[in-house]
């Protein structure tokens, strides 16, 4: 008779820590964006190989994909028609295989995507759904109905395309749900084999040794009438469900919620520690921009205090720009249309309920602005998210549909194509940015790398000094209060680290005065330039600083002199 | 355990065996007669301070043949034959004398030692009183490390006293002499810390003990050990000599750089016995080829310094290359500085790790000419003392490597 009491040793990943993702810098990209190797006009997973010292040079320490599964991609891959393969135009299984392996080899981890909420119309599970007999068990792999006035108080998410969370089918004669794309049938969690199979799927990938998996739109899983359908106590259990199976089977792997959701509803996504390590903070990052723009500290100091505090083991996910529109749905109205003022000046550059635009044009180019915006990302509590393009400063499009604007080809090179295709440009997936000031010609890898005041080299190095100090990854946070609002000043505290942060948001020099007598007799050394500042004294401690400038100061105890060699 | 696994036979006996005081772990392979004579020697040591029962005792040394791996001598020691590690290759001397010590540091864990002292294979420091002296103190006093220190005269080690130990204490914080061994003493809580090859993601570098148990806060102290080894590059050409010390040293700082950054000054690491009396040497050195060395490079590697150092030590090198031979000298700051910024080149890697490293060599023979002019007329005390304000001259520029480590591009 078999022993019940079988150890099953769990699979290892690539990290030899299991709170690795809390010192890691994420990079996020498209393969089909990213390098062309067989110049068919696609990025796939060969140009990525050879682009991963790239990668690895900027200091990145986990790629993370975006969808790169068989697809119609009518949603740029969130759509998925096979989950436990490779889209042919990026590649095939064997080649991911040999990405992950490369990727580890050079000490980076890899996080895929696992849209859990939702497949393409096109999988076979939607397609054998709507043929099936009501009560079946392939009926109920998704959300049918007979009318289209369930869950009303389910808000639409794309208000530029949808018009209902319900569309007709003519085929299975019944309303089916989706709070996305029409094309994207949302599946049914209240049917435990949808959760069985989507376990099979994360196993699929794990086994592989995927180091992390992104939940995409994690808040709307299951429905309940009277209710938003967000957030439902429901959702939470299916959560639960597949971190236990991680946890399970595997180590050191890390599962990141995106939940576009206030942070006091992003709290119990974390659970105990028991659900996802990690979610993004959706709301910090338009209110860094208005900060920026309203040179005011308010908008952040704000957010950050609607904050909780969350689990040991877990972590924020932080970024300025993604792969989506700058999403303005967790500001208020009049946020949102200061927001859309400021930043938004041609209505082409507005979707949904955002704003579809680069990093550097968003910024008007201000290297001083992008610089003070990326040391707040580097020196705020969680971990950084880099997308791809920005750390040379792309540009985007808003000529272009959807937020394909934000989604064209990275810019390696003057050469065609930006170097990133030998294809004939009428093939390329996507047209080059070309323009007098964010185009190829211009913004490009190699010339920055060959600058050594480009902004390239200048995320290298900040990414290389935020790397030196886990304080930044874990440690704790608080604000300090000067009187001058137009200064954003908090400290960072770790296992005797201690770093003050220092930010000037407005375009002109500025005074401030920060009471730091707790730190009497100690010495500011200003991290960059490892030079000391004069000690820390009784009094307010002054500070002045330039446009969009910023500090990073370590405090450090007076060294005693150095003693003579002792003899026994 | 740390990636090191034994052959289960040796791992079955070790566990039979368990615990020992300590572990003498041979580094290579040994003439087994005279080993077991010098293992002799042993009988009845107690190193748990006077008075204190005979310690147990196992001598491990590389060999392997069918017989029990683990046998016990008429004097009561265990003696344990481990398999002896793969060869680097004949370029990778010193990196095969630190895989071997790993080996054996695994060992010592493995045997639930609570000392293990690790000596070189020609046995020269296996001598009772000399593993008195290197083990009581771990045992007895919760000393983590004992790093020996070696006779030398004042021409001797110079790769050493002017780059591996200045660099070692300025970095790591610790006043070490000799922070590259082939001898030492180290205490349970440190063994598996320096068996652990894996940190350096690739191929395991050399073993600096001193630096790995300075930066886990360890107690470090040093004692004189009258032995003189014939290094393991002997005969081999300085450039590959420096391109395995350095470059070890050199990789292991960019691994360490977010321990080592937080560093500040040095404490001393106290000697044990009698100061070894140093070696007086009387025959002068003839500089004049390491000058000339100098000068040639400073014009074939012009291209390379100039990509690795700043304009104002390209001009004071310039400067020097134009100099009477026994003018010459290389002032300690500038020194320093050519050190760290070498050192920031091996990890910004805009020049291969090979081109930089070969650039250094001829810098070293230039500082070295300088230091045997100056101490030509010595005594080896007072060389010593000058290789001392060295090495407090690394310390006070450790700013300008930190500064340039965290922002490269800013070079004045």
């Known amino acids: 008779m078999a022993s019940e009491n079988v150890v099953v040793a769990k699979k290892a990943g690539s990290a030899d820590d299991p709170l690795w993702f809390k010192d890691a810098i994420f990079y996020e990209l498209h393969v089909k964006a990213f390098a062309d190797s067989n110049n068919d006009g696609i990025g796939d997973f060969g140009g990525l190989i050879q682009r991963l ?100 108080d389910a808000r639409i998410i794309f208000t530029d395309t949808e018009k209902s969370n319900w569309s007709w089918d003519p085929v299975a004669q019944a309303y089916y749900w989706h709070r996305f794309f029409s094309h994207q049938p949302d599946l049914n969690f209240d049917n435990p084999r949808v959760l069985e199979e989507l376990l099979k799927v994360l196993r699929f990938w794990l086994d592989m040794g995927v180091d992390a998996v992104r939940l995409d739109a994690v808040p709307y899983l299951v429905e309940r009438d009277g209710t938003n359908c967000e957030n439902l106590p429901e959702t939470h259990r299916a959560i639960k469900a597949i971190r236990e199976a991680i946890d399970a089977g595997y180590d050191n792997r890390m599962i990141l919620a995106e939940a576009n959701q206030l942070p006091a509803a992003v709290r119990p996504y974390f659970g105990d520690g028991d659900e996802c390590h990690m979610a993004f ?20 100091t704000d957010i950050m205090a609607q904050t909780p505090e969350i689990p040991e083991s877990c972590q924020w996910g932080l970024f300025l720009r993604n792969h989506d529109e700058l999403t303005l749905e967790m500001v208020t109205g009049d946020e949102r249309d200061y927001m859309y003022l400021a930043y938004s000046a041609d209505p082409r550059m507005r979707i949904n309920v ?75 997936y996507s047209p080059v940015i070309m323009d007098a000031i964010y185009g190829y010609e211009a913004i490009n890898v190699e010339a920055q790398e060959a600058d050594p005041s480009s902004l390239l080299n200048w995320m290298r190095n900040m990414i290389a000094l935020r790397k030196l100090f886990k304080v930044f990854g874990r440690g704790t946070l608080r604000f300090l209060d000067p009187s001058n609002r137009k ?49 820390i004294g009784k009094e307010c401690y002054p500070l002045t600083l330039g446009p969009y400038g910023f500090l990073w100061i370590e405090l450090q105890t007076p060294s005693a002199g150095p003693a003579d060699e002792q003899e026994e | ?77 265990l003696l344990a034959r481990y398999p002896m590690p793969a060869a680097a290759g004949e370029m990778n001397l010193w990196r095969d004398v630190s895989n071997v010590q790993r080996n054996v540091l695994a060992l010592a864990a493995g045997w639930q030692a609570r000392a293990c002292m690790v000596v070189y294979s020609d046995l020269a420091a296996l001598e009772p009183e000399t593993v008195r002296t290197f083990a009581e103190p771990v045992l007895k006093g919760g000393i983590d490390l004992l790093m020996p220190i070696y006779p030398a005269g004042k021409y ?60 886990q806060g360890g107690q470090i102290n040093q004692a004189g050990l009258n032995v003189r080894h014939a290094p393991p590059g002997e005969g081999l050409d300085l450039n590959a000599v420096v391109r395995e010390l350095v470059g070890s040293l050199f ?45 040639i490079a400073s014009q074939n590697l012009e291209e390379v310094w100039r990509l ?44 291969s790790r090979t081109h930089v490293l070969g650039a250094l060599t001829p810098l070293y023979l230039g500082w070295v000419a300088g230091y045997v002019q100056e101490v030509s007329g010595a005594t080896a005390q007072e060389a010593e003392r000058r290789v001392d304000q060295l090495a407090k001259v690394f310390e006070e520029q450790k700013p300008y490597l930190v500064s340039r480590w965290r922002w490269p591009e800013r070079a004045v």
């Not at chain 1, 540009?395 to 549909?401: C, K, S, V």
């Not at chain 2, 070790?14 to 042993?42: F, N, Y």
């Not at chain 2, 809580?189 to 068996?195: N, S």
Request: net charge negative; with cysteine.
């Open chain 1, 354 to 428: 955002g704003i579809r635009r680069r990093l550097a044009p968003l910024l008007d180019n201000n290297r001083g602005r992008i610089e003070l915006l990326n040391s707040l990302l580097f020196s705020f509590p969680g971990t950084p998210i880099l997308y791809y393009g920005d750390e040379i400063g792309m540009g985007d499009n808003i000529y272009l549909g959807d937020r394909n604007g934000v989604r064209t080809p990275m810019q390696w090179s003057g050469d065609r194509n930006a170097g990133f295709s030998r294809a004939n440009p009428a093939k390329l």
């Open chain 1, 487 to 535: 200064i954003l000043a908090y400290l960072r505290e770790w296992d005797g680290e201690q770093v003050l942060c220092v930010a000037n948001l407005s375009r002109v020099w500025q005074p401030v005065q920060l009471d730091l007598t707790r730190f009497e007799g100690m010495i500011p050394v200003e991290m960059l330039g490892y030079v000391e500042f004069p000690v």
């Open chain 2, 308 to 351: 690795v150092l700043p304009p104002a030590t390209v001009l004071e090198l310039k400067r020097m290359a134009r100099l009477a031979p026994e003018q010459f000298r290389l002032a300690d700051a500038v020194w320093a500085r050519i050190v760290y910024d070498f050192a920031l080149a091996h990890r910004m890697r805009r020049v």
């Open chain 1, 281 to 300: 903070h959706f709301p910090l990052m338009p209110r860094i921009y208005m900060a920026l723009s309203q040179e005011d500290r308010h908008p952040i």
């Open chain 2, 156 to 215: 001797d080690a110079l790769i050493n006293k002017s780059l591996l130990a200045p660099m070692s204490r300025a970095l790591y914080g610790r006043r070490v002499r000799w922070p590259l061994t082939a001898d030492f003493c180290a205490g349970a809580k440190m063994l598996e810390k320096l068996a652990d090859g894996s940190r350096v993601k690739s191929e395991a570098g050399l073993l600096w003990p001193a630096n790995l148990v300075a930066m």
């Open chain 2, 251 to 295: 990789e292991e700082a960019e691994a360490n750089a977010a321990l080592w950054q937080r560093t500040r000054a040095s404490q001393p690491a106290t000697r044990y016995g009698d100061p070894y009396p140093l070696v007086e040497q009387e025959e002068p050195v003839d500089t004049r080829p390491m000058v000339e060395s100098f000068v």
């Open chain 1, 53 to 152: 010292d790239y990668i690895v040079d900027l200091g990145a320490t986990c790629i993370w994909l975006l969808p790169f599964s068989p697809s119609p991609l009518r949603d740029d891959g969130y759509d998925i028609s096979d989950y436990l393969n490779v889209h042919p135009s990026y590649g095939t299984l064997e080649d991911f295989r040999q990405f992950l392996n490369v990727a580890h080899h050079r000490g980076l981890q890899v996080m895929i995507e696992l849209v859990v909420n939702h497949t393409s119309d096109q999988h076979p599970w939607f397609q054998a759904s709507r043929h099936a007999p009501e009560g079946s068990a392939e009926r109920d792999f998704y959300v049918w109905s007979d009318t289209d006035q369930r869950y009303r």
């Open chain 2, 1 to 77: 355990m740390a990636g090191i696994e034994f052959p289960a036979e040796l791992q079955k006996r070790m566990e039979e065996t368990a615990p020992v005081d300590l572990l003498v772990g041979v580094t290579g392979a040994v003439d087994v007669e005279a080993l077991r004579v010098k293992v002799g020697r042993l009988r009845g040591l107690a190193l748990d301070g006077e008075g204190s029962h005979p310690s147990r005792i196992a001598v491990a040394y590389a060999g392997v043949d069918s017989d029990d791996p683990v046998t016990v001598t008429e004097e009561g020691v």
